[in-house]
């Protein structure tokens, strides 16, 4: 009897408070059945965090230390003969000299006694430099592969930055220039036209010619010539929703101008500019490596993928191939892992065209 | 009587994203007899366009698997099993279709002419002569005017009749035995519907063909089907003749069908909807009570439009600009609690009427009197107050509510931006109390609106104009794109609503019958300007101007006897 009674008082099941999924619960589930997409996501994360942990000093902290010899060879080729390797200071070529008696003419002569008691009072610690390094080392004895983790810090960080502040700025423009229209618009696509019609590398080299070298300049050049595709795309994205029917009907309850453009329309075209974001990344590491290489770049006490480019020129010539590699390879995994996560991004988000 | 096609235990199944098998349709078998007119009448998701494009086999392969018992006999050969390149000498020529929206069926490039005369070269097998002199005949035959110099028009150029017209023409153009026509009187307006209607059923007989003819409305079907086929979610409910199937309907979902929609002949307190027909304990009494309608002499005037006038700019060259009249001058009073029809074809200016008195549109002339204060002239600041009293629920529930946002966020929206509710917990209250009262559970707060139908999407937009408490509710073809019984069912929330809360309606539609229904008084425009304003039962009873009873003609009846004889 009991029994009946509790089953019948029992609390009906409380309403499903859990928020249904929106379009990002969906896009990230159809994210996860693309497997080339999740691994390409593996891969970015991977580099990621290698670019945080080299900026926190945990990995690739002493990548300035000339811990080789110069030119040192791979660990893998350790056999190969290496005339750059050969010490300047071995005792036993300085033998060979005839040795010539001047102490008569010398002035200096007499205290040579006291200067070598002087000096071996001085404690010299004189690191041992490897023959092989993992990867090889450059000219001066560094670490191939932890100039290439230094590297990866730079040109990721000069990437990611650029993207953001390029989507921002593109984003912003486009969204007045789409939902305004009028002269607002008129004017915006004056500057947008005149921007355009610059040769880019040219307005490129003529920044980085006016501003003082340096990470930030970078940033800012990249950014300030590479908004103009996000702000088109973002225009012809608010010019079509500024016409829906839900946006008529935000006006028809009041919401404010930038009420309906930025919490209305914007949530609507966000996939665009997440596109667009990883796109702009892949673009904007491969345009700082071409600053770099061209001598533009970041400044010459820091390293990144360019200047290990940049490098690799001369040492090609003599042979040493493995600088080169490790940025190109580096960036090559990067870049295809990135374009192809921005890919399957936009298959996620946007399912319908494929 | 010879049986053209039979179709036989048709199944169609979906392939979904998720994997997920939908079946479309459950084993339909139905047969169309030479020389007549058949009819698949359903609402949306009951299968019928699916079922009639398998027979041709324009399924997309990909996705649907037709079931391996199916069989679809057109003059005994089996067109599931033949080869794909004797569909494609069957398709436009033994069995040619016409689908619903004319504007994008044909290829905006290419002038009219040479879109039939292709379909001749292409079947026919004639030179570029004779295909262009038989193509002109066609166009006579369908009754475009003028065919020498239409045939040289590209689609654009044409209104949306005559692109029917022109697909009629591509449709018959190889004296096809079958034309499947799919909903091709839907998008068009009611004038317009009523010539193609009698085109196709001219055609048919003279060129003694068959007509396999798609729809949903069941007006439609009475005036031009022999025999009807009903469908809903994939099976047949009920087949026959047309007079059974009117006069004598046997399943009660052809009888809810039948009584969902608004006639023009009575107006009953409620409409009944499929769950009086289809519930468990049988047949609910159905209201007969018949509503009264009309302007009383005490009525308060809430709002008085005067010379309403909107004139939209269009560019022409570089710096010219053409003023086009859409509205010329509207005048008319709404009264507290009563509701104004706004009825036209498209172009008629209707719509813009709507959004220029609530200032979604700025008016070019005229005076909104909203209690006393003309709102055309209030500063933007001021206007705020008024907003809320005036709002509007648009025609598609599909596109007006923002796809991002939780049912909720939209519901909350409007109390926040006008201060409704002293505080968010109040505010979640009185949201889930509306979400109540139109209809709806309360777990549809935290849904987003692509999880719900069409009809419930309608309901959650009339929820979020009721969070402000309007006056004025504009209803802007807000039943148009709804099922029949979906129609009556938002109807009837509509009428409740406005008994309770005593609102004004200004219900915009092209629908005559639903406007007879839900209206007190009628106005009606034509090209921008009113035609005419009367009481409801007056206008429909005694219309008073040529436009009117013209657009009144061509309402369809349904099956009469008369008409059947």
Same mark, same amino acid.
């Given at each position: 009897m009991s029994a009946v009674l509790d089953n019948k008082s029992a609390p009906v099941a409380a309403p499903l408070h859990q928020a249904s999924p929106g379009l990002w619960t969906l896009a990230w589930r159809r994210l996860k059945k693309d497997k080339v997409g999740m691994v390409s996501m593996v891969v970015v994360i991977f580099f990621l965090l290698m670019m945080f942990g080299s900026w926190a000093g945990i990995i690739a902290k002493n990548w300035s230390k000339e811990v080789g010899v110069s030119y040192a060879n791979p660990a893998f080729m350790a056999g190969a003969e290496n005339l750059e390797g050969v010490r300047k200071d071995d005792k036993a070529e300085a033998s060979k000299v005839p040795y010539v008696d001047l102490s008569d003419i010398d002035p200096l002569a007499p205290r040579y006694k006291e200067w070598e008691e002087r000096t071996a009072k001085i404690k010299v610690t004189e690191t041992p430099r490897a023959d092989t390094l993992l990867f090889g080392g450059d000219?001066?004895?560094?670490?191939v592969l932890q100039k290439a983790i230094k590297g990866a810090e730079t040109s990721i960080f000069v990437g990611l930055v650029a993207a953001l502040l390029a989507t921002f700025i593109g984003t912003v423009l486009g969204a007045m220039s789409g939902y305004m229209g009028g002269k607002v618009g008129d004017a915006l696509e004056w500057f947008y036209n005149v921007f355009t019609s610059i040769p880019y590398i040219l307005l490129i080299l003529a920044f980085a010619a006016v501003f003082k070298r340096g990470l930030d300049t970078i940033i800012f050049i990249l950014a300030f010539t590479g908004w103009t595709g996000i702000y088109r795309l973002v225009r012809a994205e608010y010019i079509k929703h500024a016409s829906r029917e839900y946006v008529k009907a935000a006006q028809a309850i009041g919401a404010s101008h930038s009420r309906r453009m930025f919490v209305h329309i914007l949530p609507n075209v966000s996939h665009v500019c997440l596109v667009q974001l990883s796109q702009h990344v892949v673009q904007f590491i491969k345009a700082e490596v071409i600053l770099s290489f061209l001598g533009l770049g970041v400044p010459v006490d820091s390293v990144s993928w360019g200047t290990m480019l940049a490098e690799a020129q001369s040492e090609l010539v003599i042979g040493k191939w493995w600088q080169l590699a490790a940025a190109g390879i580096s960036m090559a995994i990067l870049v295809t892992a990135f374009s192809m996560l921005t890919d399957s991004l936009r298959d996620a988000l946007d399912p319908k065209i494929k | 009587m010879d049986k053209l096609l039979e179709v036989k235990n048709l199944g169609v199944k979906f392939k979904l994203d998720g994997g997920s098998i939908f079946e479309a349709v459950k084993g339909v078998s139905f047969d169309v007899p030479k020389n007549s007119t058949v009819a698949l009448v359903g609402e949306s998701g009951s299968g019928k366009s699916v079922s009639a494009m398998s027979i041709i086999r324009l399924l997309p392969r990909e996705q649907a698997i037709i079931s391996p018992e199916s069989e679809v006999l057109f003059e005994g050969r089996n067109l599931l099993k033949e080869p794909e390149d004797a569909m494609r000498r069957i398709r436009g020529k033994e069995i040619s279709v016409i689908f619903q929206e004319p504007m994008t069926s044909l290829n905006p490039v290419f002038t009219c002419g040479d879109q039939i005369a292709e379909v001749l070269r292409l079947h026919m097998g004639m030179s570029n002569a004779q295909a262009w002199k038989r193509a002109e005949e066609l166009m006579n035959e369908v009754g475009i005017p003028n065919p020498q110099l239409r045939m040289?028009?590209?689609?654009? @150029?044409? &209104?949306g009749g005559q692109q029917q017209r022109v697909m009629i023409a591509m449709a018959i153009a190889c004296e096809p035995k079958l034309l499947i026509a799919d909903e091709p009187t839907t998008a068009l307006d009611v004038t317009i519907q009523k010539q193609i209607l009698d085109l196709i059923a001219k055609l048919q007989a003279s060129h003694h063909m068959s007509v396999l003819f798609i729809t949903h409305d069941l007006a439609v079907v009475g005036e031009i089907a022999d025999h009807v086929v009903v469908m809903q979610n994939g099976d047949i409910k009920e087949k026959g003749p047309v007079k059974q199937i009117f006069e004598n309907p046997q399943h009660p979902y052809t009888k809810a069908l039948l009584s969902c929609r608004p006639s023009v002949e009575s107006r009953p307190k409620r409409l009944p909807v499929i769950d009086d027909f289809m &519930?468990? @304990?049988g047949l609910k009494p159905i209201h007969k009570e018949e509503r009264k309608r009309g302007y009383a002499d005490g009525d308060q005037i809430i709002l008085e439009v005067n010379n309403l006038a909107k004139h939209f700019q269009l560019k022409e060259g570089l710096f010219k600009k053409r003023d086009v009249p859409a509205v010329k001058g509207a005048t008319f009073k709404l009264a507290r609690g009563k509701t104004l029809g706004l009825v036209g074809e498209s172009g008629s200016g209707k719509t813009t009427v709507g959004l220029t008195l609530m200032r979604l549109h700025d008016a070019t002339g005229g005076q909104v009197l909203f209690d006393g204060v003309d709102l055309l002239k209030l500063s933007e600041k001021d206007f705020m107050k008024y907003k809320r009293r005036i709002q509007i629920v648009f025609q598609n529930p599909y596109a007006s509510l923002n796809p991002r946002f939780t049912v909720g966020q939209i519901l909350i929206e409007p109390m926040t931006i006008h201060n409704i509710g002293k505080d968010e917990q109040e505010r979640v209250q009185m949201a889930m109390a509306l979400l109540k009262r139109v209809g709806m559970p309360e777990v549809s707060f935290y849904k987003y609106p692509h999880e719900f139908s069409g009809g419930q999407r309608q309901r959650i937009a009339i929820a979020r104009c009721l969070t402000m408490k309007p006056d004025v509710l504009i209803c802007d073809e807000s039943v148009s794109a709804l099922d029949v019984s979906v129609q009556a069912q938002v109807l009837n929330l509509l009428q409740d609503l406005q008994d309770e809360y005593q609102m004004s309606y200004i219900f915009i539609s092209h629908d005559l019958a639903v406007v007879k229904y839900i209206s007190d008084q009628v106005m009606v425009m034509s090209e921008g300007a009113v035609v005419e304003v009367a009481n409801s039962d007056d206008i429909y009873l005694n219309p008073k101007q040529e436009y009117t009873k013209k657009l009144l003609g061509s309402i369809p009846k349904g099956w009469q006897e008369t008409a059947a004889a």
């Open positions: 000219k001066w004895g560094r670490d | 040289k028009s590209y689609p654009h @150029e044409m &209104s &519930s468990a @304990e």
